[in-house]
Nanobody, 121 residues
Framework: VQLVESGGGLVQTGGSLRLSCAAS????????MGWFRQAPGKEREFVAA????????YYADSVKGRFTISRGNANTTSYLQMNSLKPEDTAVYYC???????????????WGHGTQVTVSS
């Protein structure tokens, strides 16, 4: 499956952004979707994941209560609503697809190219 992220940008501390991930290709097979991020000089880290049905979601402790992951009606789109943003949320955000709902990056076999999110203090 091919993934394309959008919605990144520059926002002030406390602001909000909504990231989108559009999937194409093998969209008839069930797949979970996840969001990861990578800040300069740091390793890629898990942010959130959602199952094919949308009934199961996982979040990193650092974003719980602030970020919400969801899927679109056609199930080919994933959204990451980010509220109460902090400077430490600054990173390139990546969308990914996997056969299972997991926080482990190694389980995801399809990745987007990423979208930059910058939170100014």
């Amino acid at each position: 499956v091919q993934l394309v992220e959008s919605g990144g940008g520059l926002v002030q501390t406390g602001g909000s952004l909504r990231l989108s991930c559009a999937a194409s290709g093998r969209t008839s097979s069930p797949y979970a979707m996840g969001w990861f991020r990578q800040a300069p000089g740091k390793e890629r880290e898990f942010v959130a994941a959602i199952s094919w049905s949308g009934r199961t979601t996982y979040y990193a402790d650092s974003v719980k209560g602030r970020f919400t992951i969801s899927r679109g009606n056609a199930n080919t789109t994933s959204y990451l609503q980010m509220n109460s943003l902090k400077p430490e949320d600054t990173a390139v955000y990546y969308c990914a697809a996997s056969d299972r709902t997991t926080a482990s990056a190694t389980a995801y076999d399809s990745w987007g190219h990423g979208t930059q999110v910058t939170v100014s203090s």
